[in-house]
């Protein structure tokens, strides 16, 4: 199965940016990013397919703009206007860009956003 590593969090202040990196073992068609906040369930945020069609939930439309370079088979997602409610553990895998789900199971660590007001 294709291993997947995020990378970029920390903290930052309400309204600052943060770029997040998931690196990708192989290449894969349509991919995505999810997120978790604590006592809550893992929800979409983004997917993007290698032709660059794109999916993303309306909390976070027009604020995290998600890019990919296929040559390096790496995903970033670009989180701008950043507020409390974003903070969460942001974690990729291969998704479905039009259902915005994942069959993935071998989850990762994730990288930890936290965003203080």
């Known amino acids: 199965q294709v291993q997947l590593v995020e990378s970029g969090g920390g903290l930052v202040q309400l309204g600052g940016s943060l770029r997040l990196s998931c690196a990708a073992s192989?290449?894969?068609?349509?991919m995505g990013w999810y997120r978790q906040a604590p006592g809550k369930q893992r929800e979409l945020v983004a997917t993007v397919t290698s032709g660059g069609s794109t999916l993303y939930a309306d909390s976070v439309k027009g604020r995290f703009p998600l890019s990919r370079d296929t040559s390096k088979n790496t995903m970033y997602l670009q989180m701008n206007l950043l507020k409390p409610e974003d903070t969460a553990v942001y974690y990729c895998a291969p998704a479905d860009v039009n259902t915005g789900t994942t069959r993935y199971d071998s989850w990762g660590q994730g990288t930890q956003v936290t965003v203080s007001s």
């Open positions: 192989g290449s894969i068609f349509s």
